[in-house]
């Protein structure tokens, strides 16, 4: 018997756990209590630090609804361990799960936990309370197999770990070997502190190398997106039940509103190195490219291979402004969705982006009246308007509602341009309403959007108002008058002609009279 406990000073440990679990059953000056009861307590945790109210040791917050189920795997009593599950190759007798490594453990455990007799000898399923704490008491004495049957939304279930009541309390015989321990006494209540690995989703604008939840644009301009996400660390149960294969999930649903196009150009990278596709190992597959955006769905190649679980995978794209963009505080929105498995085997469940970004584009409401009579409104007046930027006017022909970028005021007189950009602008009128004069000189004026965007124009100019829908609104009067033709046009040749003709006549009339005069 004492050599069985020696043997057992090797075997505890727990993926992420803060207690060696299996037992060290060292050369004990101490005596087991067969007739003892034992206890498993499990303190739950995320895997998201915080510091203790000193500053000086990491904390974890407490999750709760962590759902776990304990199984007897070997009872004990004096004559030893005598396994109740012998139907994983290999590990029949409780002298098999000795000696075994950390990894090999993690192995060993999923193996256990996808076992048939040992789901027949489940114990109790509970699940962690505010505390993120879960309490099994009144166990009998032998080896436990801990399994987390169902993760809170967000998390992926933590590795399966084993337990024994009751286990070595052990210190450092440091006078002997460093690496030797021995048992000082036996542990009946026992402490795990496994921790969840989140899976998040979140989507941000990319400007100026900055993450943000808004931005301005306007239409034709493109805006930079990425989406930011934590790979799963799913173990081995998660790719096989029973022998049989299985192909979990994690795949990325990007959808974007009607106002934005999706240009086609996505790139991912892990820990900031970008993950690409062999011929031999593909990673991810993209699918369901539409202007309106795409899926993403990474491989089991990706989720099986050790440097990329737990890593920080991020998909950048663009996205270009267009016509049916949403002028005001409404935005033109950006969804993030994830699918992945809670549990090994469990059904895919949804999680999504923590924010919606959004971008604000804005617009200008003209309305064109008679300069004399506020009442009348002038029809069939064109418009061209100019983006100002250093100085330099670019005329805007790409926006809704455009001809040759011409706009035209209505038979209410009234002209809505609509996805401008904050910035200064100028207006031009290039044909007056029949019967009026033309404007003589552009108009500027300037959208200013809130800081942070929220779609809202704070300040204009040049008695341009601010709508409280994106808008900025003014109205441009037009006195009757006679109206020339189009300066520049087939007009302006044929008064040029006329006067030289004039003027050439008078000049012979002159120099005749002169002539009749000597």
């Known amino acids: 018997m004492k050599k069985l406990w020696k043997k057992l000073v090797a075997v505890t440990t727990a993926v992420m756990m803060a207690v060696t679990l299996l037992p060290a059953m060292a050369n004990a000056e101490t005596t087991i209590d067969y007739n003892r009861k034992g206890s498993i307590t499990i303190n739950k945790t995320t895997n998201v630090e915080k510091k203790n109210t000193d ?17 007897k795997i070997a009872s004990l009593d004096k004559n030893g361990y005598t396994m109740l599950v012998k139907d994983v190759d290999g590990y029949t007798k409780a002298d098999s799960l000795l000696n075994l490594s950390k990894d090999e453990q993690k192995t060993v455990a999923s193996q256990f936990a996808n076992s048939t007799q040992t789901k027949a000898n489940r114990i109790n399923t509970q699940a962690t309370d505010d505390k993120g704490q879960v309490k099994f008491t009144g166990l009998d004495l032998g080896y436990y197999l801990v399994v987390e049957t169902n993760a809170p939304e967000g998390y992926v279930a933590s590795v399966p770990f084993f337990v024994a009541v009751p286990t070595s309390n052990t210190a450092d015989d440091s006078n002997k070997n460093p690496e030797n321990t021995q048992a000082t006494s036996w542990v009946y209540d026992i402490t795990a502190r496994p921790k969840n690995a989140s899976v998040s989703i979140d989507k941000k604008i990319v400007e100026s190398g900055e993450g943000k939840d808004a931005t301005q644009a306007g239409v034709g301009e493109p805006v930079t997106y990425e989406i930011t996400s934590i790979s799963p660390k799913y173990t081995q149960e998660y790719f096989t039940e029973n022998g049989a294969e299985k192909d979990p999930t994690y795949t990325i649903h990007d959808t974007l509103s009607a106002g934005l196009t999706y240009n086609k150009d996505l790139t991912v990278t ?9 011929d031999t190992d593909v990673y991810y597959n993209v699918a369901g490219e539409t202007d309106r955006g795409f899926s993403i769905a990474f491989t089991k190649k990706f989720l099986q291979t050790e440097k990329y679980k737990g890593k920080s995978v991020k998909v950048t794209y663009t996205a270009t402004v267009n016509k049916n963009a949403v002028v005001g505080t409404d935005g033109n929105t950006n969804t993030v969705t994830l699918d992945y498995n809670r549990t090994p085997g469990s059904n895919t469940t949804s999680a999504t982006g923590t924010t919606t970004p959004k971008v604000y584009t804005y ?42 970028g011409i706009y035209t005021t209505s038979l209410d007189g009234e002209i809505t341009i609509k996805g401008l950009n904050a910035g ?95």
């Open 55 to 71: 500053g000086t040791n990491k904390e974890y917050e407490p999750l709760k609804d962590a759902e776990f189920t304990l199984y």
């Open 424 to 518: 200064t602008y100028k207006l031009e009128e290039v044909k007056a309403p029949t019967g009026y004069t033309l404007l003589k000189d552009k108009i500027e004026f300037t959208i200013t959007g809130a800081e942070p965007a929220n779609g809202t124009v704070t300040t204009t100019t040049n008695g341009f108002k601010a709508e409280g829908d994106g808008y900025v609104s003014t109205t441009v009067t037009n006195n009757k008058g006679f109206n020339l033709p189009s300066t520049g046009g087939m007009g302006t040749y044929i008064f040029t002609i006329a006067g030289l003709v004039i003027m050439a006549g008078a000049a012979f009339l002159l120099i005749a009279s002169k002539k009749r005069r000597a």
């Open 270 to 278: 892990v820990d900031g190195t970008e993950l690409k596709n062999t």
């Open 363 to 404: 617009g200008l409401k003209l309305t064109k009246k008679d300069g004399k009579d506020n009442n009348t409104v002038l029809t069939g007046a064109e418009f061209k308007i100019y983006k100002v930027v250093d100085g330099t006017e670019t005329q805007i022909t790409d926006l809704d509602g455009m001809t040759d």
